[in-house]
């Protein structure tokens, strides 16, 4: 249990748009904070937006602000990010990250690679 799988990855163009999504095995779902985090080739894992379980309060990264919007549904277990007007150096593998306590599960990764 704990399992995260994410889809949604792919290939576009600069100013285009993709949403991500994750699909959780998690018991008790609605009570774990969702994070979406991402990694470029030779480059630390940055966190990019959060969400808390009742879904009133995000954060955002500020490479992110104003393209990027989190979001979750409880009921179907699954946290989204939508990305708009993405730029080749938002290139990365994105990863989906649940917390609760001292409690972590990542999913398995989904590449994103924005290029013309």
């Known amino acids: 249990q704990g399992r995260l799988v994410e889809s949604g990855g792919g290939l576009v163009q600069p100013g285009g748009s993709l949403r991500l999504s994750c699909a959780a095995s998690?018991?008790?779902?609605?009570?774990?904070?969702m994070n979406w985090y991402r990694q470029i080739p030779g480059k630390q894992r940055e966190l990019v937006a959060d969400?808390?379980?009742?879904?009133?309060?995000?954060n955002y990264a500020d490479f992110v602000k104003g393209r990027f919007t989190i979001s979750r549904d409880n009921a179907k277990n699954t946290v989204y990010l939508q990305m708009n007007s993405l730029k080749p150096e938002d290139t990365a593998v994105y990863y989906c990250?649940?917390?609760?306590?001292?409690?972590?599960?990542w999913g398995q990764g989904t590449q994103v690679t924005v290029s013309s």
């Open positions: 998690i018991f008790a779902f609605s009570r774990w904070t």
């Open positions: 990250n649940a917390q609760y306590l001292t409690l972590n599960y």
């Open positions: 969400i808390t379980s009742a879904g009133f309060t995000t």
